[in-house]
């Protein structure tokens, strides 16, 4: 039995399959694999890793699982920040498995998540965000919420428009973001607008309508530890109200 080394603990075995730390892996990929060729481009030694052979590119990532990576071809392609999965090949840019309609140096930085180009605005450098007014647009805290947009119409959430929410009004409560720990506080806020209030979570991708009457007296106060948001007849804890 031939056993070929090609780093971070993945061997080739007989030229006809693949093992990671002595598990096989790839399995559904050995027809389209050309084993004499294959070899890593670049790894982390876990779970994030580039190959390549003489006919195709491949991916396996925490962001996808192993594939061949779309219209990328091995001779020319260069891997432009590895910790971030972008990558370029024949004219494309690669955002782990996406290709994406730009190449990187057309975009310009909004914040982490948001790109533009042109007039356009972009969620994650692949998902165009509809009906953008470009001159207005802007990331609200872009450092604590980071997925929260407005522009002089719409408040967008990700890459959707979020249709109940008033742009000209909409605004965070600011005791969201002192240094008065509370449980969940990088990731769950409370906002208002002129209408209603709102519960935003930026992990399970909840932006929740709290149809609450006092607007006015809607606010926020962290207690033993948990952020609590209070109007006249409720309180709220993690979006979820109980009659005071």
Request: hydrophobic share 50%; net charge negative.
């Given at each position: 039995m031939s056993r070929k080394a090609i780093g971070h603990h993945f061997f080739i075995i007989d030229h006809k399959f693949i093992l990671h730390f002595d598990s096989e892996v790839y399995r559904k990929?050995?027809?389209i694999i050309d084993f004499d060729s294959?070899?890593?481009i670049e790894s982390n030694g876990s779970t994030f890793h580039y190959f390549k052979d003489k006919n195709h590119v491949y991916l396996d990532s925490y962001m996808n699982t192993f594939m061949v990576l779309l219209d990328a071809d091995p001779t020319n392609f260069k891997i432009v920040d590895f910790e971030n999965g972008k990558a370029t090949s024949n004219g494309n840019a690669y955002l782990y498995d996406e290709k994406?309609?730009?190449d990187f140096n057309e975009y310009i930085e909004l914040s982490y998540n948001y790109q533009s180009?042109?007039?356009e605005v972009y969620f994650g450098y692949n998902k165009r965000i509809p009906d953008v007014d470009i001159q207005t647009f802007e990331v609200l805290h872009p450092e604590e919420v980071k997925?929260?947009?407005k522009d002089k119409n719409h408040?967008?959430?990700r890459d959707k428009i979020v249709p109940e929410a008033d742009a000209e009004s909409f605004q965070f409560l600011e005791a969201c973001?002192?240094?008065q720990y509370y449980q969940e506080q990088d990731h769950t806020f409370y906002a208002i607008d002129k209408n209603q209030a709102y519960y935003v979570n930026?992990?399970?991708k909840d932006f929740k309508v709290i149809k609450t009457k006092n607007i006015d007296k809607f606010h926020f106060k962290v207690i033993d530890n948990l952020g609590y948001a209070y109007d006249d007849t409720y309180q709220y804890l993690f979006g979820k109200r109980t009659k005071i």
């Open positions: 990929f050995y027809s294959f070899e890593i994406l309609p730009h180009v042109g007039n997925i929260v947009a408040i967008y959430f973001f002192t240094d930026t992990i399970s």
